[in-house]
């Protein structure tokens, strides 16, 4: 007992001063002095220290909570400083800049309306304080900038939501909420570094942020990385089991992959046709998912090409390029689809933009062979003016020129009227002109091979359509067209 009371005299004899006591008193103010001194200074750091030790001997004084309160928002600290500034009113609720304090910490953390409330308390008891009415019809634009970007998700004018954002951001620099909101929108818009930037920011400060893992895991869904998407939207999903976005996009991330691979499968086991429905089941999956579905589409648009159904193919690829504008598979597939239905200049479009955009050997040749198919079919189509393919033998070409030149020959057509007659005259000559042409194997290679049939060069300048005739028919006299009845003809040879 001896001992514990001298325990207790000893305890009491070396018990701290009071806080109220005048030498902490003017121990505490020579802190905050000092504080002040490297607040001006901006070495904000120190100027929290001394506030604090400020505290430590003064913990009643709203004045040093509401200085260290400043110094921890120059800090970006916005939490902790939105603590300091409600003990400085709590302490001393005339306290004014307290009141400011406790606001702008509101503000720069998205709480717009708690931030009226004590903008409003700071009028109240200065109603001519500018600072204050200011600051109260900022929080104000604030709640407007929030119901606008509400209204606007809803209608997915999501740049407009991104555009609301940053406005409230202005006034709420620390606010998450909005942060998340505008990372969302900006990866609806397809501006997916922007988006992966300011989740990224987010989740430096606090991992564990469900909002920021989803719009992470989002944005490696939108750029076709599902598999990492799923990770994200998972650890979302751990951090927050009721997130109900991470979890439709999930389900969504692994049925898109789920129907992809199962159209791939069977697209290479030569399935076009169950191919083609999995992927027409996967593009109804998620629609905002351009960039896989840029892949779908074009991924059925070759299914519709292996089908030959060509109309169909290009409708896929165009809505492809309309997702994703970048995506050369789909400008080339779309080409060779123009190149089989004979749209050349559709092709040589495509090819062009191919190859300003990957200048390789293989893309020039495609753009060149195009752009000589081009050529060729703005000249006179000789094979179908004889009404034979592209591959027909020389005895196939006799036999069209003689039925053609038959049927157009203008004494066939004497009776007919001056308009008919001309016409037919016309026809007769282009057929003894494509004759001329496809008969001759030098001049065939190079009608073939698309290079200019100039008149010099083809000895087309003194050309007959009726002198062909006659020698394909065996010379002057060799036949004759009479009438077997209006409107009939029969030719005879002598």
């Given amino acids: 007992m001896a001992a514990a009371a001298e325990c207790d005299v000893l305890m009491a004899a070396t018990e701290p001063e009071l806080p109220d006591n005048e030498e902490a008193k003017r121990e505490a103010e020579s802190f905050k002095e000092q504080g002040n001194a490297y607040y001006a200074k901006k070495d904000y750091n120190e100027a929290y220290n001394y506030y604090t030790k400020a505290i430590d001997m003064c913990p009643k004084n709203a004045s040093y909570y509401g200085n260290r309160a400043a110094t921890l928002m120059m800090l970006g600290r916005f939490r902790e400083a939105l603590g300091d500034a409600q003990q400085s009113v709590r302490l001393d609720d005339s306290f004014v800049r307290g009141h400011l304090r406790e606001g702008k910490c509101h503000l720069s953390l998205g709480n717009a309306m708690a931030a009226c409330r004590s903008f409003q308390r700071a009028l109240e008891l200065d109603h001519k304080n500018a600072q204050a009415q200011q600051e109260f019809e900022n929080a104000n634009a604030v709640i407007e900038y929030e119901k606008i970007a509400e209204t606007d998700f809803e209608k997915r004018d999501f740049r407009k939501v991104v555009f609301c954002m940053d406005r409230a951001l202005e006034f709420a620099p620390a606010c998450h909420r909005f942060k998340i909101l505008k990372a969302e929108c900006l990866a609806m818009l397809g501006r997916y570094p922007e988006a992966q930037s300011v989740a990224s920011d987010i989740l430096r400060m606090d991992s564990t942020n469900a909002d920021a893992l989803y719009v992470r895991g989002l944005c490696l869904y939108y750029e076709d990385c599902i598999e990492k998407a799923v990770q994200f939207f998972v650890q979302a999903l751990r951090m927050a089991p009721d997130h109900e976005k991470a979890c439709v996009a999930c389900r969504n991330a692994k049925a898109l992959k789920a129907k992809k691979e199962d159209g791939n499968k069977a697209f290479k086991e030569g399935n076009y046709k169950l191919a083609y429905e999995l992927y027409t089941e996967a593009l109804g999956i998620d629609p905002n998912n351009i960039k896989t579905n840029a892949k779908l589409y074009c991924n059925r648009g070759?299914?519709?090409?292996?089908?030959?159904?060509?109309?169909?193919?290009?409708?896929?690829?165009?809505n492809a390029v309309k997702l994703d504008d970048t995506y050369i598979k789909a400008y080339l597939r779309r080409a060779q689809c123009y190149m089989d239905t004979e749209q050349y200049e559709e092709a040589v479009r495509d090819y062009e933009k191919v190859y300003q955009t990957e200048k390789t050997k293989e893309h020039k040749q495609l753009l060149k062979n195009a752009q000589l198919e081009l050529k060729k079919s703005k000249r006179k189509d000789y094979y179908k003016i004889l009404g034979v393919d592209k591959n027909a033998s020389e005895d196939e070409i006799k036999k069209a020129y003689r039925k053609r030149a038959l049927m157009h020959h203008p004494d066939r057509h004497s009776g007919a009227s001056a308009e008919v007659q001309?016409?037919?005259?016309?026809?007769?000559?282009?057929?003894?002109?494509?004759?001329?042409?496809?008969?001759?194997?030098?001049?065939?290679?190079?009608?073939?091979?698309?290079?200019?049939?100039?008149?010099?060069?083809?000895?087309?300048?003194?050309?007959?359509?009726?002198?062909?005739?006659?020698?394909?028919?065996?010379?002057?006299?060799?036949?004759?067209?009479?009438?077997?009845?209006?409107?009939?003809?029969?030719?005879?040879?002598?």
């Fill in 302 to 318: 070759t299914v519709n090409s292996k089908l030959r159904k060509l109309d169909d193919a290009i409708e896929d690829c165009t």
């Fill in 422 to 494: 001309k016409e037919e005259e016309k026809k007769f000559k282009e057929v003894g002109e494509a004759f001329t042409i496809l008969s001759d194997p030098k001049k065939k290679t190079r009608y073939d091979s698309g290079q200019d049939l100039d008149e010099e060069s083809m000895n087309m300048g003194d050309f007959d359509a009726n002198n062909i005739f006659k020698a394909f028919f065996g010379g002057p006299g060799g036949f004759s067209f009479e009438a077997s009845g209006p409107g009939n003809f029969f030719f005879q040879f002598g």
